[in-house]
């Protein structure tokens, strides 16, 4: 197995003892860098109660990079169980935070700080006082306390589908002009935008529009929504910092009425919250709700991930109603699911957190596992069933855990544990096979790690189409590049340092994503030849360049 997916025990998950600490956050390189799932993204343990990790911080770089960092630590990869910064400090040299255990993220910040100049630091846990540390090599420029703790914010700016008038690389954007808040005399902060009843999402222009707000022009440091349906914010979460559980969502509104809105963003700074008023000054409601769970996938024959379709409702299946289950006849072969929230798909969906191991799924009867999504990049769920049958799928919402088993027919469960090759798929002429993405034709050349190669020749100022799909599978498990999530402002692939990206880089050329099946990549080469197409499906840097 190439790239394994990760798999976890119940025991190490939901255990009382520390038995694993993570950090996660944009001080790591990996598409990963948010996923409390990742073992590559843990502390080592250096004796009972200290957890260390050396990072390298690098000063802002242009508008690509701000020099801005923000990070949280996650007990035994579980995302309920994160800590982030109850207080900070500063002191010779030395970062300071303590922390405190934050399940859905709505109480604390994440551990923020700003690097100003390149430089190596040790992050130390010590895990019996609770208390993060920060401490700085000497930079090159002999500074030992060139790392410093943000602990104000200046600025906050709405991004997303609201900006109508924007293609679909700029609407999340952080930096664009005209998206900041101003502050109101009552000390909440407010901008307006005119909106559509007909608008938001091209594909859709039916006044649904999802956002987020960005804090200091950075999307670590803002806030998306809380699925309370109370408009409830979340600090430090958004695209680049998921927390990922069916709680969290985008914010997402109905408008009823053409015409300015006003965004409110309401105390910010101790329990943020989001109003939005329509024209004329009533408020318009927030979908984020939590009050369903839908089914979605290749298990339906019809419309596999509309959530508005009946027989896609999981329904009550304990007397505390936090079991829901749902059963359905299933096709032989292989299938993707995963589950949306309350019936919108701008609440975004659960994909693959890891797979469970204590189950009985080595007698191919249930498969059993955590949902979550960190958008976007976030897997679906993939199995395999050997023969048509019965299947039951339950959701268990306290600990987004789910379960797929046969309930009735001859049938065997099979989980995809991880990705086992990647293809070039597209507008190819021969010897590749034009868009059949299980064709053995379009297999790359596996370099290592998670890159990957394959040489193509091509003919000047053809545009060519195409995406990297994984395991030969049928358009389920796609890489492309996700033109929402901030990263690049193009699909051309001219990273010159594809193999070897910085965030600088990846910033300004753009990442390769999972996020369901996105928009194919285009390139058209100047020069008629070979033609090598490069894609490393760790750090999501990929390139196109002439040989």
Not at 171 to 196: H, I, Y
Not at 266 to 276: F, M, N, Q
Not at 467 to 476: A, F, H, L, P, T
Not at 520 to 540: C, E, K, M, Q, Y
Request: hydrophobic content about 35%; overall charge negative.
């Amino acid at each position: 197995m190439v790239q394994p997916f990760p798999c976890h025990s119940r025991h190490h998950l939901f255990g009382d003892q520390i038995h694993s600490v993570s950090v996660l956050g944009n001080v790591n390189a990996r598409r990963w860098r948010w996923n409390p799932f990742d073992s590559d993204l843990e502390l080592v343990r250096v004796d009972d109660h200290l957890w260390e990790r050396p990072l390298r911080l690098q000063a802002a770089r242009g508008p690509e990079h701000s020099g801005l960092y923000a990070l949280r630590l996650v007990v035994n990869h579980n995302p309920r169980r994160q800590l982030k910064a109850s207080s900070s400090g500063h002191s010779d040299g030395l970062c300071c935070w303590h922390l405190a255990e934050d399940p859905l993220g709505e109480r604390y910040d994440n551990l923020r700080f700003k690097a100003n100049h390149d430089g190596e630091a040790l992050l130390r846990y010590d895990s019996s006082r609770q208390i993060v540390s920060l401490i700085p090599c000497a930079s090159a420029a002999g500074d030992v306390s060139w790392i410093e703790p943000i602990e104000t914010i200046e600025s906050y700016e709405l991004n997303g589908f609201v900006w109508d008038e924007l293609d679909m690389f700029n609407k999340f954007q952080t930096r664009r002009p005209g998206r900041a808040f101003k502050q109101d005399p009552d000390g909440a902060w407010s901008l307006e935008v005119p909106l559509k009843r007909n608008g938001g999402i091209d594909f859709r222009a039916d006044g649904v529009y999802q956002f987020l707000i960005s804090a200091q022009q950075d999307e670590d440091y803002g806030f998306a929504a809380l699925n309370d349906g109370r408009g409830t914010l979340v600090r430090g979460t958004g695209f680049g910092s998921s927390h990922g559980t069916a709680m969290h969502s985008g914010c997402t509104i109905k408008v009823e009425a053409d015409g300015p809105h006003r965004f409110r963003l309401v105390d910010p700074h101790i329990h943020p919250r989001i109003e939005v008023q329509a024209p004329d000054g009533s408020p318009v409601p927030l979908l984020n709700r939590r009050d369903s769970i839908q089914l979605l996938g290749s298990v339906h024959k019809e419309s596999p991930f509309d959530p508005t379709l009946p027989g896609r409702n999981l329904e009550p299946a304990g007397s505390d109603g936090n079991l829901l289950s749902l059963e359905l006849e299933a096709a032989a072969g292989e299938h993707v699911i995963n589950f949306a929230i309350g019936g919108e798909l701008f609440l975004d969906t659960m994909g693959f957190g890891c797979w469970l191991e204590e189950t009985d799924q080595t007698e191919g009867m249930a498969l059993r596992g955590i949902a979550w999504h960190g958008k976007p990049q976030e897997w679906n769920i993939f199995f395999k069933l050997s023969q048509a049958s019965r299947l039951r799928f339950s959701y268990q919402l306290e600990r987004d855990e789910f379960a797929i088993a046969v309930v009735d027919g001859p049938g065997r469960l099979e989980p995809t544990t991880g990705l086992s090759s990647l293809s070039l798929v597209g507008s190819f002429d021969s010897p590749l096979e034009a868009w059949n993405p299980r064709s053995a034709a379009n297999l790359m050349e596996h370099l290592g790690g998670g890159r990957y190669q394959r040489c193509v020749l091509l003919k000047a100022g053809t545009t060519y189409s195409y995406k990297y799909v994984g395991n030969r599978s049928d358009w389920q498990l796609v890489f492309a590049d996700y033109e929402l999530d901030s990263y690049g402002t193009d699909f051309n692939g001219d990273n010159p340092a594809a193999g070897d990206p910085s965030q600088r880089q990846l910033r300004r050329h753009g990442q390769l994503t999972t996020h369901g099946n996105p928009p194919a990549l285009n390139f058209t080469p100047i020069h008629s030849g070979p033609h090598r197409f490069f894609a490393d499906v760790i750090s999501g840097a990929y390139s196109v360049h002439p040989l």
